[in-house]
């Protein structure tokens, strides 16, 4: 299925939850001088615009980033991201996972961007035109059984599919068991959607049983507008760095400000 367009999510409370931790592990793992391997499965067009017609008709960014952005102090790597971003592209710009990695690693580390949907795909190339990297028009999870182990060995692989494909929720952990095996020194990070259908907690669940040192982490938040069935974010990190919990926990006391 080709439907999918991040554009109508962007910047949504599930986008802050994720991109807030991703740039966080992005400046860890930039702290050393060593080079790294960045692969994403599911990449998106990269810079959204929160002011076009898609944007404003869910609101999910009105709920979102506009509401969030205090969650995060000025020199957080999130904040200094997005404030480089809006200097460069407007004041109602946002940036998708891609956009960040770009923003954030060096001349020397490699990046692998999967993004199958032709216009996502186009959009996804004009966007990083100026950054290094590759951008795949192909299967993502394909993409990633294809690289690993990459070179160089040390990085972050992003799984961050839509689950339109309802199967999804059944494969992954097939998956990443896979790309564990392969990339043990890896750090994988999976997003996915917590539903009020409960859809995703049979993944959850055999996720932590085969990787009980993964760190598990959600945040719960109000629906976008009534009847949405996302109600939260969760991420799933095979080799969690050092920090991550304690800076999880922080983002988490601002999304339960949300919920009262």
């Keep these: 299925m080709l439907s999918y367009q991040h554009m109508y999510h962007a910047g949504n409370l599930a986008d802050v939850h994720k991109h807030g931790l991703l740039a966080w592990i992005l400046a860890y793992l930039t702290r050393k001088d060593k080079p790294l391997t960045y692969i994403e499965t599911h990449a998106g067009r990269a810079l959204y615009d929160l002011s076009s017609e898609a944007a404003i008709r869910t609101g999910e960014a009105a709920q979102g980033i506009a509401r969030a952005a205090g969650f995060f102090p000025e020199d957080h790597p999130f904040s200094r991201t997005l404030a480089r971003i809006r200097a ?124 009980p040192a993964g760190f598990s982490h959600e945040v719960r938040f109000p629906p976008a507008r009534p009847g949405h069935g996302m109600v939260g974010s969760g991420l799933f990190v095979i080799n969690p760095p050092w920090g991550l919990q304690d800076e999880a926990a922080r983002l988490a006391s601002h999304f339960a400000d949300l919920t009262g």
């Design 88 to 211: 460069a592209h407007g004041a109602q710009s946002y940036p998708g996972s891609p956009l960040i990695a770009c923003g954030m690693l060096r001349a020397r580390d490699n990046l692998h961007l999967a993004e199958l949907h032709p216009g996502e795909h186009a959009e996804l190339r004009q966007a990083l035109r100026s950054y290094k990297v590759k951008c795949h028009r192909q299967d993502g999870f394909e993409l990633a059984h294809s690289l690993l182990p990459p070179s160089p060995r040390r990085g972050l692989l992003l799984i961050d599919p839509s689950y339109e494909i309802k199967s999804d929720f059944d494969e992954i952990p097939r998956h990443i068991s896979r790309y564990h095996k392969a990339w043990n020194v890896g750090v994988i990070c999976l997003w996915y959607p917590v539903l009020t259908s409960g859809a995703e907690r049979a993944m959850v669940r055999r996720l932590r049983a085969d990787h």
